[in-house]
């Protein structure tokens, strides 16, 4: 199993512009969860699907923040528009039960300019 | 609602010296505990888990963890850490009424000099 996959890896755009963070979560999990980590506020879950639907969304700081999971395989995370204070690193993560814990991907580091 | 306190932010060791990470939580229902470790700029992986059954949970690296019940704790506990154990780890709890949701707390920073 590859794991859970994120791409990209490093994103820098300028301020402004749309940002869109992908997620393909391990096969046969059926939560997935988006988490932004800075050294100020540490981890911090954004929002969270469980077999596709949104779950809570309680953590998406703005309207500017969006996320979709069209399908068990994908998901997107999207920033539009992007402001400095967005840079972090964006970790996706799924599970098969709360008991098994999570497998997070190696993240997105994002630098908004 | 559950929430997890790290005591201690930054934990500054040398080598071969044991170390003990703390963790307390609070939750008024049955939980389950982990153990993260962040490497420098890659995800977390899980160290261990505690379910159920024997209180004290092991990981394959030598850590140890002990739920302790009546105190709220789950320490994260090694005898002789490496250089290569420099990382930051973090607890968390899932559970109760939260859904498929794990809290995590702050992360400690675990720094092994030689």
């Known amino acids: 199993d590859a794991g859970v996959i994120q791409s990209p890896r490093h994103e820098v755009t300028e301020m402004g512009q749309e940002v869109t963070l992908r997620c393909k979560p391990i096969?046969?999990?059926?939560?997935l969860f988006w988490y932004r980590q800075t050294m100020m506020r540490g981890l911090e879950l954004l929002i969270y699907f469980n077999n596709n639907v949104p779950i809570d969304d309680s953590g998406m700081p703005e309207d500017r923040f969006s996320a979709k999971m069209p399908n068990a395989s994908f998901s997107t995370l999207k920033i539009q528009p992007s402001e400095p204070r967005d840079s972090a690193v964006y970790f996706c993560?799924?599970?098969?039960?709360?008991?098994?814990?999570?497998?997070f991907g190696s993240g997105t580091r994002l630098t908004v300019v | 609602a559950q929430s997890v306190t790290q005591l201690d932010s930054q934990v500054p060791v040398f080598e071969e010296a044991p170390v003990e990470l703390r963790c307390n939580y609070s939750s008024s229902v049955s939980v389950y505990l982990f153990w993260y470790v962040q490497y420098p700029n890659q995800g977390l992986q899980l160290l261990l888990k505690y379910l159920s059954g024997s209180t004290l949970v092991e990981s394959i690296n030598g850590f140890e963890a002990e739920f302790n019940k009546s105190q709220t704790s789950f320490h994260l506990r090694k005898p002789s850490v490496h250089i290569s154990d420099t990382a930051e780890y973090f607890c968390?709890?899932?559970?109760?009424?939260?859904?498929?949701?794990?809290?995590f707390g702050q992360g400690t920073e675990l720094s092994v000099k030689p």
């Open positions: 096969s046969g999990h059926n939560s």
């Open positions: 968390a709890v899932a559970g109760g009424n939260q859904g498929g949701k794990l809290i």
């Open positions: 993560a799924s599970s098969s039960g709360q008991g098994n814990g999570y497998t």
